[in-house]
């Protein structure tokens, strides 16, 4: 599975936690539309660490990199 498709995976099995429809858009706002809270950003960022190494205490980061899949993918680019 490439990584697009595990963090959209990840997103909708996250979005129906929080009792929302699993379909969203690669530029959607999860965050600052209100579908997400903060409590899912660190679920969010977890995940990235986890399955991606990153180490975002280390490397920096703000709500804005997590708000949408485009973001991720270019966190995870970086």
Sequence with gaps: MDNKKKVQTFLRQLLA???QGPEFGDDDLL???GL???QAV??????LEE???LDLAEQ???QNDV???TSMMRLISR
């Design 17 to 19: 936690d929080y009792g």
């Design 31 to 33: 965050v600052t539309s």
């Design 36 to 38: 997400l809270d903060s």
């Design 42 to 47: 660190l679920r969010i960022v977890v995940f």
């Design 51 to 53: 399955e991606f190494g």
């Design 60 to 62: 920096g980061f703000d």
């Design 67 to 69: 708000d949408s899949l």
